[in-house]
C-alpha cells in the first residue's frame, strides 16, 4: 500500500510538478491569496557510508527551499497530518550534525533575519517520512485558524521583543561568570599545584605565573627580536667605504630612475588611450 | 620693406620663428633607443586594448624589469635626457607629460601644409576683389542688399568718403606665424592694409577710421560670400572690440573646422600720429558723439584711452609680431612655454572677451621677461611656465605697470600716465600702445590669484599637478562660491546714466555693459569687503560667458544687450561670513558721512559694548545658511541704491541648493544650528559620563561615532518628546511601542558613544567573558545615569539607550583589547599569533577607527564651514540616486573631506552649491581604478609617504576593493568601502554624476532662473525590472523626501517639551526592515534600491547570472523551481512566487508591486 502511494507521487511528480531525482516537489504558499506557489523539495535524509550524522536515520525528513515566512512551528503543524513530529530544525544551509542543544542567548545572539532555508523534520516514526513524500499541498502557511504575522504586524512584535529585560540580562550574566570565575579558579589551582613540580621525565613548567617573567610566546615578540638583531647587525656595517660600494650605489640609483621612468612611460601610455591630453 | 612684412602669397622665406619644429628637436628623435620601447609599449597595449572586457584594460601594472635591464651600462643619450630631466624638469613624469600635451595642441605638418594652401588662395581672392566708386560715408547705397555693415552706427552722421580698393599688402600675423598656435581652433590672423587712398586727413577722429574699416570688411565680405573656395564666410569681433568686426573665412567641404582665417584691415604704416593717440587725448567729440554742442565754460573734452587704444592696436599688427619673432625665434623651449601658457588661460576661461588675457598677451609677457632676464631662450617650456606664473603671482601691475620699451626719449609718456586711464598697465615696445588696455582690475586679480594658486600647487610637488595645473576646466560656475547673473543688460545702460558715466560711454563707443563693468566691480569690492576673496565676471560680448559672438554678415552685429547677462562670480572667504555686522567709522569722524552715503538706508548710528558710537550696517542674518548669502543682501542693495539696477534683474545662485538639506519645517536653515545643539547634547553627556561616581573602571574617553557628531547626517536629529497617547505603552520596560492601527511613529536613531574604561588587569581573557562584563558595565551605566542624573536610559548587552533632553544617544562600552584578544590565534606549537578575524576587524572598526575619523571629521568642519552642507548635499544625492546602500556613510563623507582638503586646482568651497558642484566633477572624472583617493587628513602625510603608499596600491590594486579611499589612519585597506561599492554601483553613480553635472551648471548658469533645481536629485526608474511601491503610512521619513509631499501622516510627536519616563520607539523605520528581509531571502536574485530619505518605491534589478537555467544542487535552491527545459530538469527563479512574496513579506508597507520588464521569462 505504502509502496504502491510512493509510487503514484513519483509519478505524480514526474507528471505534475517536475522535481530533481530523488526528491518530491510539495508546493507551499504563504495563505490561500496567492496564486503562484513555491516548492519544498523533501527526501528522506540519508548519508553516505561512513559519515556520521546526528540526525536519526529512517525518521529524519530532509526539505530544501523553505520559504522565509515560515517557521519551524509552521513546518511542524503542516507535516503534523503525516504522523507525529519529533522536532523541527532551520538551517541556513545543509549541515550534518544537529547544532548544540543548549538555547542561544536571546541576549547575546539576536535572532538573525530569515532566508530561504533547509529543514530537518524528524519524525517520531519512519512512516511519518513516506507520508509527508506523498503531500500534494499545496501547503498553507498562514490560514485563519493559524495566522502567521507578516509585514508590519510582524515588525512591531519583533521590536517589542527586543525591548528586553535587564534583570534578566543581569541574572544571565552573574550565573555565567559565576561559573566563568570558577573555572578559572580551578585552573589557576591547577596550574599552581603543578608549578615547580617536575613531570615523570623531569621537565619543570614554565608559566607566566613563575617567580622570573619570561619571554610571551607570541608571533609579535618573536618578531621583534629579529627586527633588534637585524638593527645591530646593519649598524656594525660601513657604507660608501669600497669604490665597489660607490659603483653600486650609483648604479642603484640610475636602476631607481629606470625604473621610475619605465613606471611613467607606462602611466602615459594609459592617459593617452584614455584621452586624457586633451585638454578641452 | 620690414622683414615681418610677408605675403603668403609667396609665402616667401618666414621668419625664424615660423620653421617648423626641427626634427632635432623631436624628443622621440632625440633617443632612438627610447623611441623603440615607447613604440613597443604602445603595440602591447592596442593589443591589450582589443581584448573587449578584459580585467587588465586600463588598469596599470606594476613595472617588472629584469636585472639585466635595470643594470646594464647606460648609453650617453640615456644620462643626457636624465640629466636633462632633472634640470630642466621637475620630474620624468612632468617631463612626459608636457611632451603629449604639447604633441595633442601642437599643429601638424600635413595640416600646415594644407592650411598654407589655403592662405595662398585667400590671397588671390582678396586682390581680386573689385574696387568701388568713391561715395559718401553715409551713403551705403552702394552696398549689396546681403551685407549688413558689421558695426553699430550710433551716431550715424560722419564726415567723409570712402571708396574700395583692394589692400595694399596681406600679410599673416599673429601665433600661426610664430608657431605658437594651438589646436583645437586653429586661427590664421592676417592683415590687410588698406591703401593710403582710402584714408582721410583726422580719420582718427569720431569713429571714421573704424566705419571706414567695417564697410571695407562689408564690401569684401560680399565678394568672398560668392566664392566656392569658402564653406563661411561670417564677421565676429577682435577681442570682443565692437567697433572692430573681423572677418572670418573656412575653407569649403571637409577642411571646414581646420582653420579659420581672420582678416583684420589695418591702416598703413605711420598713417596715424602716435601723439594724438596717446591715453590722455581725446578723440570722439562730445558734440560729435552726443550730438549737442559743447559746453560753454570751455571744459575740456575728456580722454578717450581705450578709443585711442584700439586704433593704435591696428597700425601695431605688424611691429609686435616682429618682436615677437625675433624674440621667440629658434628658441623652441619659449614657443613650447607659450602654448602651455595658452592652454592654461584656456582652462580657467581668462583668455577670451574684451579685456581677456589672450594668448598674445602672454606672448608678450614672455617677451617681456626675455628682456629683463628673468627667462632664458634655453629654458624648457615647463620652465618658462613656471617663471611667467611666478612673474604674475609676485607682481602687481596695477600699481607698478611693465614697458617693453626701453628708449630713454623724453618724448614718450610715463608709466604713470597710463596708470591714471588703465588699471593695469603693460606697455608694447612703442611706449605708447597700453597692451593692458582692456583689461580689468578684476580680471587682472583672477590671473594673479590663479597664478599664485598655481605656484602653490607646483611647488607642493603634488604628483598630479600637470593633471590639476593644465588638464582641469575650472569653469566659473565651479570655481567661484556664489555666481550672480545680471540680466537683462539693458538695465546696465539706466546704471550707466545712474553712476555718471558719460565719458565712459563716449571712449567705450557706447558699449555701455564694458563702460559699466569696472565701476560696478569698484563698487561691490568694496560692499563685499572682508567677505570676499575675489571677484570675477564674464567678459562681454557672448551670449554666453566667454565666447565672441559670430554672425552672418547678411545680418546686423548683435547689440550689446543680446549678450545675455553679465555674469559674476563671488569667491568668499569663509571666516569673513560669520559676521552680519558692517562696522563704520565713528559717529563724529568724518569719513561717517562717506559710510552713509554708501549704505544709504542701512547704516545705522549703534552703540557698541565698548561705549563707541558707530555708523553700521547690520544684516539680518540668524543661521548660518543665511549668514553664507549676506553677499546676497549686500549685492542687490548696493545695486539697487548706486546703479539704479531693482532686485529683479540680480539672479543670484548661491543658496538654490539648500532646500534639499532643509529640515522638515525650518526653512531658514540648513541644519547646521540643529547639529551644534546635538553636539551640544552630546558635550554635556559625556561630561556626566566622566565624572560618573560608582563605576568599578572609571571612564578614559568619550568619543562620537555616528555622523551626527561629525556634522554630516544629511537630516539632523531634532529633539523627540513622543505623545504617548499615540503608542502602545510597555510601563514594566519603560518604552514605547509602535502600534499596528496608527500610522509608523517618528523615525529616531540613537547616536553611537563610544565609551573606554580605563585600563585593568581584572578583565577576563577570554572573547564570550569579556562580552559579559561588558554587559554589566551597560547595565551599570544605566543605573548609574538614571540614579545620578535621572536620565531615562535602557540598556543591552552590547550597548546603552539614553534619553537625554529630547536626544537618544546610544553608549557603547569598549576594552581596548578585546580586538586583539579576538585575534589571537594559538598555533600548534604555542605559539600565539595575531589574524585578523571579520569579528576583530568589526570591532576595531566600530570601536576604533570610527571614533577617530569623527573626531577628525568634526576638526575639518571647525575649520571649514561648509564642509557639513557639502558633506550633506552630496549623500543627500548619491541617495535620492537609490545608491545609498552600495556606499558607506564614511567613504561619502571622506570623499567631501577630499574637495576640502584637496582642492586644487581650486581653493575650499565656501559653498555648499559648489562643493556639491565640484563632488559631482570629482566623482565623475576620478581614475578609481588606477589611483587610491588620498585623503590627507590633518595633513599627517608626508609626500614621500604618499607617494609610498601609492606605489604599494599598484602592487595590490587586485586585492583591494574597486574604490580606494586613504587616509592617515588607514593607509592600506580602505576599510569604509571594503564592502562595497560593487563595480557596477560605482560605474552606475559615475555615470549619474556625469549627467548630472552638466545639467544642473547649465541650469545654475541660466540667467532666466534655475527652473526646477530638484531635477538632479530625482532618481531614474525606468532602469529597474520591478518596482515595490511603499505606502508613505509606515514610511516614517516620508517627509524628508526630495519632493517633500504637501501632507503627510501624524508621527507621534509632541511640539513642546513633554514627560520623558518612557524611551521612545528607536530606530524603527520598516522600509529598512522589510529591506533587510528582502536582501536576505533574495540577496542572490535580485539587487534592492531605496532612497531612505522618504523614498516611496523599492527598485528591484534581476541579476542576469543568476537567472542563467543550472543543473540542480541541494546547496542552490533559495527560490528556485524546477522545470524541464528540453528535457532536462533546471532550476530557475520561480519569479511569480517570488512577486508575490514581496507583497507578502511587506504586508502593510507595500501599495504594489509593478513587474516592469519581461527579462525573467527567458
Known amino acids: 500500500m505504502v509502496a504502491r502511494r510512493r509510487k503514484r507521487a513519483a509519478r505524480d511528480a514526474e507528471e505534475g510538478i517536475p522535481s530533481p531525482p530523488g526528491y518530491s516537489a510539495v508546493p507551499i504558499k504563504f495563505s490561500e491569496e496567492q496564486t503562484a506557489s513555491h516548492y519544498l523539495y523533501m527526501r528522506e535524509h540519508r548519508v553516505r557510508d561512513g559519515a556520521k550524522s546526528s540526525w536519526p536515520q529512517k525518521r529524519t525528513l530532509f526539505v530544501l527551499n523553505v520559504p522565509p515566512y515560515c517557521t519551524e512551528e509552521c513546518l511542524a503543524r503542516l507535516l503534523s497530518p503525516c504522523g507525529p513530529v519529533q522536532s523541527v530544525e532551520l538551517q541556513g544551509k545543509p549541515e550534518l550534525t544537529e547544532s548544540p542543544k543548549e538555547p542561544k542567548s536571546k541576549f547575546f545572539h539576536p535572532k538573525p533575519v530569515p532566508g530561504f532555508q533547509v529543514a530537518y523534520v524528524v519524525f517520531q516514526k519512519p512512516k511519518g517520512v513516506s507520508a509527508a513524500l ?147 | 620693406r620690414p622683414a615681418g612684412v610677408r605675403r603668403p602669397g609667396g609665402m616667401g622665406p618666414a621668419p625664424a620663428g615660423a620653421q617648423p619644429r626641427g626634427d632635432a628637436g623631436d624628443p622621440e628623435m632625440m633617443e632612438p633607443p627610447l623611441e623603440g620601447t615607447v613604440k613597443k609599449g604602445k603595440k602591447e597595449f592596442s593589443k591589450k586594448h582589443t581584448v573587449a572586457g578584459s580585467p587588465v584594460e586600463g588598469l596599470l601594472q606594476p613595472v617588472k624589469l629584469s636585472r639585466a635591464e635595470l643594470y646594464k651600462e647606460p648609453t650617453s643619450e640615456e644620462l643626457n635626457r636624465l640629466r636633462e630631466t632633472e634640470s630642466l624638469f621637475h620630474s620624468s613624469l612632468l617631463r612626459l607629460q608636457v611632451e603629449e600635451l604639447l604633441k595633442e595642441v601642437r599643429l601638424s605638418e600635413k595640416k600646415k601644409e594644407r592650411i598654407d594652401a589655403f592662405l595662398r588662395d585667400v590671397n588671390q581672392r582678396i586682390m581680386r576683389v573689385p574696387s568701388t566708386p568713391e561715395t559718401e560715408l553715409t551713403d551705403q547705397a552702394w552696398l549689396p542688399a546681403g551685407v549688413r555693415v558689421p558695426l553699430h552706427q550710433v551716431p550715424y552722421t560722419v564726415k567723409g568718403c570712402f571708396r574700395f580698393l583692394p589692400p595694399a599688402q596681406v600679410t599673416v600675423v599673429g601665433s600661426y606665424l610664430l608657431g605658437t598656435c594651438i589646436r583645437p581652433d586653429i586661427n590664421v590672423d592676417v592683415a590687410l592694409t588698406m591703401p593710403r587712398e582710402i584714408l582721410q586727413d583726422k580719420d582718427g577722429l569720431n569713429q571714421r577710421y573704424f566705419r571706414k574699416r567695417a564697410l571695407y570688411l562689408a564690401h569684401l565680405a560680399h565678394h568672398l560670400a560668392q566664392d566656392p573656395l569658402f564653406g563661411s564666410v561670417r564677421f565676429s569681433y577682435t577681442n570682443g572690440c565692437h567697433l572692430k568686426p573681423l572677418l572670418l573665412l573656412r575653407p569649403h567641404g571637409k577642411d571646414e573646422h581646420l582653420v579659420t582665417v581672420r582678416l583684420h584691415p589695418c591702416p598703413p604704416p605711420d598713417f596715424f600720429r602716435p601723439c594724438r593717440l596717446l591715453p590722455s587725448k581725446n578723440n570722439v567729440r562730445s558734440a560729435w558723439y552726443r550730438g549737442q554742442s559743447p559746453p560753454g565754460d570751455g571744459s575740456p573734452e575728456p580722454p578717450t584711452p581705450h578709443y585711442n587704444t584700439w586704433v593704435l592696436q591696428d597700425t601695431a599688427l605688424q611691429s609686435h609680431v616682429q618682436l615677437l619673432s625675433t624674440v621667440l625665434g629658434s628658441a623652441l623651449g619659449l614657443k613650447d612655454g607659450v ?183 569698484t563698487l561691490l569690492e568694496q560692499g563685499l569687503g572682508a567677505r570676499l576673496h575675489l571677484l570675477a565676471h564674464s567678459r562681454p560680448p557672448g551670449s554666453e560667458p566667454f565666447c565672441i559672438p559670430q554672425w552672418d554678415i547678411s545680418q546686423d552685429p548683435p547689440k550689446h544687450r543680446d549678450s545675455g547677462a553679465l555674469t559674476l562670480g563671488l569667491l568668499l572667504r569663509p571666516e569673513g561670513l560669520t559676521s552680519v ?128 557628531l561629525r556634522y554630516t547626517e544629511v537630516f539632523p536629529p531634532t529633539p523627540v518628546w513622543p505623545a504617548y497617547s499615540f503608542h502602545k505603552h510597555f510601563p514594566e520596560r519603560a518604552s514605547l511601542l509602535p502600534r499596528p492601527d496608527k500610522p509608523c511613529p517618528a523615525y529616531v536613531e540613537p547616536m553611537t558613544v563610544v565609551c573606554h574604561l580605563e585600563g585593568s588587569g581584572q578583565w577576563p581573557q577570554d572573547a564570550e567573558a569579556i562580552r559579559r562584563v561588558r554587559a554589566a558595565f551597560q547595565l551599570r551605566l544605566a543605573e548609574l545615569l538614571t540614579q545620578q542624573h535621572g536620565l531615562q536610559c535602557r540598556a543591552t548587552a552590547t550597548h546603552t539607550d539614553v534619553l537625554k533632553d529630547g536626544f537618544v544617544f546610544r553608549i557603547r562600552v569598549a576594552y581596548q583589547r578585546e580586538p586583539q584578544i579576538l585575534k589571537e590565534m594559538r598555533s600548534p606549537e604555542g605559539m600565539i599569533s595575531l589574524r585578523d578575524t571579520p569579528a576583530s576587524l568589526r570591532l576595531e572598526k566600530d570601536t576604533k577607527q570610527l571614533p577617530l575619523l569623527t573626531s577628525a571629521l568634526h576638526g575639518l568642519q571647525q575649520q571649514h564651514p561648509a564642509f557639513s552642507g557639502v558633506a550633506r548635499l552630496a549623500k543627500r544625492w548619491v541617495r535620492a540616486q537609490l545608491l545609498g546602500e552600495g556606499f558607506t556613510d ?273
Open chain 1, 134 to 280: 506523498a503531500l500534494k499541498g499545496p501547503l498553507l502557511v498562514s490560514t485563519e485558524s493559524h495566522p502567521v504575522k507578516s509585514g508590519v504586524h510582524k515588525w512591531i512584535s519583533d521590536y517589542t521583543d527586543s525591548v528586553l529585560d535587564p534583570e534578566a540580562l543581569r541574572v544571565e550574566v552573574d550565573t555565567f561568570m559565576e561559573a566563568y570565575d570558577r573555572k578559572m579558579a580551578e585552573e589557576e589551582a591547577k596550574a599552581k599545584e603543578e608549578e615547580g613540580v617536575p613531570d615523570e621525565e623531569g621537565w619543570v613548567k614554565v608559566t607566566r605565573r613563575g617567580r622570573r617573567p619570561v619571554l610571551p610566546r607570541t608571533e609579535a615578540a618573536s618578531l621583534r627580536v629579529l627586527e633588534r638583531e637585524k638593527r645591530k647587525r646593519a649598524r656594525k656595517e660601513l657604507l660608501n667605504f669600497y669604490a665597489w660600494q660607490h659603483r653600486e650605489t650609483k648604479m642603484e640609483h640610475l636602476a631607481q630612475l629606470r625604473k621610475k621612468f619605465e613606471e611613467d612611460k607606462q602611466r602615459i601610455e594609459l592617459m593617452r588611450a584614455q584621452r586624457k591630453f586633451r585638454p578641452y
Open chain 2, 339 to 521: 602654448a602651455l601658457l595658452k592652454v592654461w588661460l584656456r582652462q580657467r576661461d581668462l583668455d577670451k572677451g574684451l579685456g581677456g588675457f589672450s594668448g598674445f598677451l602672454v606672448s608678450m609677457l614672455v617677451a617681456f621677461l626675455v628682456s629683463i632676464r628673468k627667462i632664458h631662450t634655453t629654458m624648457s617650456g615647463y620652465q618658462v611656465l613656471r617663471s611667467v606664473l611666478q612673474f604674475l603671482a609676485t607682481t602687481d601691475l596695477t600699481v607698478n605697470g611693465i614697458s617693453l620699451c626701453f628708449s630713454s626719449d623724453s618724448s614718450l609718456p610715463a608709466l604713470a600716465d597710463f596708470h591714471q586711464s588703465f588699471p593695469v598697465v603693460f606697455l608694447d615696445s612703442s611706449g605708447r600702445l597700453n597692451l593692458c588696455a582692456d583689461v580689468t582690475a578684476s580680471t587682472y586679480h583672477q590671473v594673479q590669484h590663479e597664478a599664485r594658486l598655481s605656484m602653490v600647487l607646483l611647488d607642493s610637488k603634488a604628483d598630479d599637478g600637470f593633471q590639476l595645473l593644465l588638464m582641469t576646466p575650472k569653469p566659473m560656475i565651479r570655481a567661484f562660491d556664489h555666481i550672480l547673473h545680471l540680466c537683462p543688460l539693458s538695465r546696465l545702460q539706466a546704471a550707466c546714466h545712474r553712476l555718471k558715466l558719460w565719458p565712459e560711454l563716449q571712449d567705450h563707443g557706447g558699449d555701455y555693459v564694458s563702460a559699466v563693468l569696472g565701476p560696478l566691480t
Open chain 2, 581 to 708: 555686522l558692517e562696522l563704520g567709522p565713528e559717529a563724529d569722524q568724518p569719513e561717517a558721512a562717506d559710510f552713509r552715503q554708501f549704505w544709504g538706508s542701512r547704516s545705522e548710528l549703534r552703540r557698541f559694548q565698548d561705549g563707541a558710537i558707530r555708523e553700521a550696517v547690520v544684516w539680518e542674518a540668524g543661521s548660518m545658511s543665511q549668514k553664507r548669502l549676506i553677499p546676497h543682501q549686500v549685492v542687490t542693495h548696493l545695486l539697487a541704491l548706486h546703479a539704479d539696477i531693482p532686485e529683479t534683474c540680480v539672479h543670484y545662485m548661491g543658496g538654490l541648493l539648500d532646500a534639499l538639506i532643509q529640515g522638515l519645517k525650518e526653512t531658514s536653515s540648513t541644519g547646521e544650528e540643529a547639529l551644534a545643539a546635538a553636539v551640544r547634547c552630546y558635550d554635556e553627556l559625556s561630561r556626566l559620563l566622566w565624572g560618573l561616581d560608582g563605576l568599578p573602571l572609571t571612564v578614559s574617553a568619550v568619543q562620537g561615532a555616528h555622523p551626527v
Open chain 2, 890 to 1162: 564614511e567613504s561619502l563623507d571622506l570623499v567631501a573631506a577630499a574637495l576640502f582638503l584637496h582642492p586644487e586646482p581650486f581653493t575650499p568651497p565656501s559653498s555648499p552649491q559648489v562643493g556639491f558642484l565640484r563632488f559631482l566633477f570629482l566623482v565623475s572624472t576620478f581614475d578609481w581604478k588606477n589611483n587610491p583617493l588620498i585623503v590627507n587628513l590633518n595633513n599627517e602625510l608626508t609626500v614621500e609617504e604618499q607617494v609610498e603608499i601609492r606605489s604599494g596600491f599598484l602592487a595590490t590594486r587586485k586585492q583591494l576593493p574597486v574604490m580606494v579611499i586613504i587616509t592617515p589612519q588607514d593607509r592600506k585597506n580602505s576599510i569604509w568601502t571594503q564592502d562595497g561599492p560593487s563595480p557596477q554601483i560605482l560605474q552606475q553613480l559615475v555615470v549619474l554624476a556625469a549627467e548630472a553635472l552638466p545639467i544642473l551648471e547649465k541650469q545654475l548658469m541660466d540667467p532666466s532662473g534655475p527652473g526646477d533645481i530638484r531635477t538632479v536629485f530625482r532618481p531614474p526608474l525606468d532602469m529597474y525590472d520591478v518596482l515595490i511601491r511603499l505606502s508613505p503610512r509606515h514610511v516614517p521619513r516620508h517627509r524628508q523626501a526630495v519632493d517633500s509631499p504637501a501632507a503627510s501622516f501624524c508621527r507621534g510627536l509632541l511640539r513642546e517639551p513633554g514627560p520623558s519616563s518612557l524611551m521612545p520607539v528607536l530606530g524603527y523605520d520598516p522600509p529598512q526592515l522589510y529591506l533587510a528581509q528582502l536582501r536576505e531571502a533574495y540577496g542572490d536574485l535580485a539587487l534592492f534600491f531605496y532612497d531612505q530619505h522618504g523614498g516611496e518605491v523599492i527598485g528591484v534589478l534581476w541579476k542576469p547570472t543568476s537567472f542563467q537555467p543550472h543543473s540542480f544542487k541541494a546547496s542552490n535552491t533559495k527560490g528556485r523551481m524546477v522545470v524541464s527545459q528540453g528535457g532536462e530538469m533546471v532550476m530557475v527563479p520561480n519569479v511569480e512566487a517570488i512577486l508575490e512574496d514581496f507583497a507578502v513579506l511587506g504586508e502593510g508597507l507595500v501599495r504594489a508591486v509593478e513587474a516592469r520588464s519581461e527579462r525573467w521569462t527567458v
